[in-house]
């Protein structure tokens, strides 16, 4: 099974910051990456696929890039409602497998 | 719209077996595939399973022995069975959906809780 290894686990930023938030894969995956997004109490919310394609609706302050083995979620100005908990999704190879996620607060 | 429900039994007995229902709207299931993805309190996401516009399946490797998913695509709904239930699978299980041109989840129901204890 391919592994998912985020980080920081914990991500303390203020508003109108640049966020970073890192997802490393144990093989090569093709750049078959999407990001998740769960605020508390909900379901996750799919953001980006396929490493850099904004899903719609999604605001355009957040993008992924990466290749390979190494990828990685920006949010070019943190606001307040993107409090949450970030997880990144591999689906190059089954079984399909998710990090354990970056929890983003708000400083 | 899209939508996604889960519904099941909230409670289930340790070596009992789980039966979660998913029913959707707004997609046909012989052009979209549905996914179960289950998260233990406070914990990550884990994906569990799939079921494709086809009729074919896939699991989770460390699932596999335990878990069986189907349709009734004229109802609109997918089943998950897990029989041998433990406390380790107490979590929240959603239902998703992945398009006909696409292999991950993008739509999810809001999850159902299950806690397996005696």
């Known amino acids: 099974d391919i592994q998912m290894t985020q980080s920081p686990s914990v991500l303390s930023a203020s508003v109108g910051d640049r966020v970073t938030l890192n997802c490393k894969a144990s093989?090569?995956?093709?750049?078959?990456l999407n990001w998740y997004q769960q605020k508390l109490g909900e379901a996750p919310k799919l953001l980006i696929y396929?490493?850099?394609n904004l899903q719609t609706g999604i605001p355009s302050r957040f993008s992924g890039s990466g290749s390979g083995t190494d990828y990685t979620l920006t949010i070019s100005s943190l606001q307040p409602e993107d409090v949450a908990t970030y997880f990144c999704?591999?689906?190059?190879?089954?079984?399909?497998?998710f990090g354990s996620g970056t929890k983003l607060e708000i400083k | 719209q899209v939508q996604l429900k889960e519904s099941g039994p909230g409670l289930v007995q340790p070596s009992q077996t789980l039966s979660l229902t998913c029913t959707v709207s707004?997609?046909?299931?012989?052009?979209?595939?549905v996914h179960w993805v289950r998260q233990p309190p406070g914990k990550g996401l884990e994906w569990v399973g799939a079921?494709?516009?086809?009729?074919?399946?896939d699991y989770n490797s460390a699932l596999k022995s335990r878990l069986s998913i189907s349709r009734d695509t004229s109802k609109s709904q997918v089943f998950l069975k897990m029989n041998s239930l433990q406390t380790e699978d107490t979590a929240i299980y959603f239902c998703?959906?992945?398009?006909?041109?696409?292999?991950?989840?993008?739509?999810w129901g809001q999850g159902v809780m299950v806690t397996v204890s005696s």
């Open positions: 999704f591999q689906h190059n190879s089954w079984p399909l497998t």
């Open positions: 093989q090569n995956i093709n750049k078959y």
């Open positions: 707004g997609f046909s299931l012989t052009s979209n595939s």
């Open positions: 396929n490493t850099n």
């Open positions: 998703t959906r992945s398009e006909y041109t696409t292999d991950y989840p993008d739509y």
């Open positions: 079921i494709w516009s086809g009729g074919s399946t």
